[in-house]
């Protein structure tokens, strides 16, 4: 419950922040930087359960999420109950930066032939509201995939499935 206030105090920080534009909004991220209309292609010859365009949501929306957890830490630097409550998030967010970093590059390079080669797990945690739907990934080789859950369970951010490959169904 803790959490939820602090998320609806960022929400609420972040968008009393925010300058207004006249411009028509054409809001993009600086994460928001692969096209993913050839996921779009992709799902016309097949379908992975649309696990692509799934993780590239969840690792891009986790990274504004991380923006504004850090903004929110260091406008309120001095306010140390705040600080203390957020150090989870901020340990969070550690962990989803290095997992975008090992991913981004991952789906500039997937394709419908070479889907099946990636990797991704599934995860459940205190904010989940149903069971194993949230996904992390997607992963180059199992090895990989393996190491960022290990740490996912080492750090207590949750429950996970095992790593699993990427299967493409055919039309």
């Given amino acids: 419950m803790r959490k939820i206030l602090i998320i609806f105090f960022l ?5 009393c922040n925010e300058r207004e534009s006249n411009e028509a ?6 994460y928001d930087i ?3 209309s050839k996921f779009e292609n992709q799902k016309s010859k097949t379908d992975p359960y649309g696990i692509l365009d799934t993780t590239y949501v969840a690792i891009w929306s986790k990274q504004e999420y991380c923006d504004g957890v850090d903004g929110v830490v260091k406008e309120n630097e001095d306010n140390k109950e705040l600080i203390s409550i957020m150090f989870s998030m901020k340990n969070e ?3 989803y930066r ?6 981004i590059p991952n789906f ?5 032939d070479n889907a099946n080669k990636y990797y991704y797990f599934n995860y459940s945690d205190e904010n989940s509201e149903t069971s194993f739907l949230d996904v992390v990934g997607i992963f180059l080789d199992i090895n990989n995939c393996n190491k960022f859950k290990e740490e996912f369970l080492d750090k207590e951010m ?3 499935s095992k790593c699993k490959n990427i299967k493409l169904m055919k039309n």
Avoid: I
Avoid at 25 to 30: A, D, L
């Fill in 158 to 160: 949750g429950l996970t």
């Fill in 108 to 112: 500039e390079s997937v394709n419908l």
């Fill in 25 to 30: 909004s054409s809001y993009k991220s600086k």
């Fill in 98 to 103: 290095e997992v975008y970093k090992k991913v």
């Fill in 11 to 15: 929400f609420l920080l972040s968008s």
């Fill in 93 to 95: 967010c550690k962990f």
């Fill in 34 to 36: 692969v096209d993913t």
